[in-house]
């Protein structure tokens, strides 16, 4: 057990450096073992120290050993976790992509926990590809598990824990090509046509239909309408511009500017007179506004105990801000009660249920739209994105222009 001393700091410990009498030599311990650094209290001693500390730290504090027996999967695996946990952030909290992490990580332990790393190669990883595609996973949401499987080897290879070889021959591994594998495909985002969307709005709070409103005429992500805070808004110009000041491709160090219209500023602007940090869209402003207008509505007499019926300490309440996954909740309720109310007047009507719809749709709706009306290279600028291929994805192309073409010409 190597002795330690604590950091400027006062936080951390590190292995101390110490004398060896025999020898009169600097010493550190790492890892279980005396690592000799040369005459004691020289300044080549210290430098030494400082090194190995370094390199100590940067392997997850610990000593890297040649020698030593290969690290089972489960062993680098679990290491890489902790790293993700730690860089997969944004605004100080984690992203989703760490929950895929312990995805991939939990199929490895199940199959190869407690197999050398040193030993897992290429046969393993399509193994691993075949066993996903028999639980019936998507062949998209397969390469992003076995992406991940790849990163964790490449990180431990930094990390001196396995041979570059591994991480080299698991690259040779191909993603699952489509069309080439059993594996179901997943069904592409498709654009929310208007009637679909006008006809869910009165099913939604007042709250949330705003936030469609705005969505739909800015063509801006779910996660920038939760996030969006007056203070984010520049109201200089006669077209407002609203920098996220945190957004999906920050990392890359690119800058998102979403522009707001007349139609869009007259959406947003009764939830502008607020404290400049506080998020525009809040579920605990939605759910006021709901107590307020049942209690409008109500037509028998209040009695005293019914004045304040909020409990001292609820379980759950209303937070700030939604998030992403809250507003897609939030549209899937209303359509589902939209449904519900097209059956009852179906006999007379006959009214067909609505296609269920999530908000990332009302971007592709919006990024059609403009395409169709100013192109392909508007849609890009407006949607925010960086290669022209990317908004293939998200506008689709206008078919009917295409049939009028060959209606004149075919």
């Known amino acids: 057990m190597p002795r330690l001393s604590p950091t400027p700091d006062g936080r951390h410990f590190l292995p101390k450096y110490r004398l060896h009498k025999a020898s009169g030599q600097a010493v550190v311990n790492l890892g279980g073992k005396d690592f000799y650094l040369g005459p004691h209290n020289s300044k080549a001693s210290r430098d030494e120290y400082d090194r190995r500390i370094a390199e100590w730290l940067a392997a997850g504090r610990r000593a890297p050993d040649p020698s030593a027996r290969s690290l089972t999967v489960v062993e680098i695996a679990l290491p890489y976790l902790a790293y993700a946990k730690g860089y997969y952030r944004k605004g100080g909290k984690q992203t989703g992509h760490v929950r895929t992490v312990q995805r991939a990580i939990k199929v490895l332990r199940t199959g190869y926990g407690c197999t050398p790393a040193n030993d897992f190669g290429p046969l393993k990883l399509q193994a691993i590809q075949g066993l996903l595609?028999?639980?019936?996973?998507?062949?998209?949401?397969?390469?992003?598990?076995?992406?991940?499987?790849?990163?964790?080897?490449?990180?431990?290879?930094?990390?001196?824990?396995?041979?570059?070889?591994?991480?080299?021959?698991?690259g040779e591994v191909r993603d699952i090509a489509k069309g080439r594998t059993e594996a179901k495909e997943r069904a592409p985002v498709r654009?929310?046509?208007a009637e679909t969307v006008e006809s869910t709005l009165p099913f939604l709070p007042p709250v949330i239909d705003d936030m469609v409103r705005f969505q739909r005429l800015t063509g801006c992500r779910p996660g920038e309408?939760?996030?969006?805070?007056?203070?984010?808004?520049?109201?200089?110009?006669k077209v407002w511009a609203y920098v996220p000041a945190s957004h999906k491709t920050e990392h890359h160090n690119k800058q998102r500017i979403i522009f707001i219209g007349p139609k869009a500023q007259k959406v947003l602007t009764p939830y502008l007179s607020r404290g400049p940090e506080a998020c525009c869209f809040s579920p605990a402003e939605s759910d006021a506004r709901r107590k307020a207008e049942m209690r409008a509505s109500r037509k028998t007499k209040v009695q005293p105990s019914q004045i304040d019926r909020s409990k001292c300490r609820p379980k759950l309440k209303p937070g700030s801000h939604y998030s992403s996954e809250s507003y897609r909740r939030a549209v899937v309720r209303a359509v589902e009660a939209a449904n519900k109310d097209r059956r009852q007047g179906r006999k007379k009507l006959r009214l067909r249920d609505l296609e269920p719809w999530h908000p990332n749709q009302l971007r592709h709706s919006a990024g059609t739209e403009i395409r169709k009306k100013y192109g392909v290279e508007a849609a890009r600028t407006v949607l925010?994105?960086?290669?022209?291929?990317?908004?293939?994805?998200?506008?689709?192309?206008?078919?009917?222009?295409?049939a009028e073409i060959m209606r004149q010409i075919g």
């Open 133 to 170: 595609i028999d639980h019936g996973y998507s062949r998209s949401y397969i390469n992003g598990l076995v992406g991940v499987i790849r990163r964790l080897f490449r990180w431990a290879v930094t990390k001196e824990m396995v041979p570059e070889s591994v991480c080299r021959a698991l």
């Open 191 to 193: 654009p929310v046509d």
């Open 225 to 237: 309408v939760c996030a969006l805070r007056p203070c984010d808004i520049d109201r200089s110009a």
């Open 384 to 402: 925010g994105h960086a290669r022209m291929e990317t908004t293939e994805l998200y506008a689709e192309q206008d078919r009917q222009r295409a």
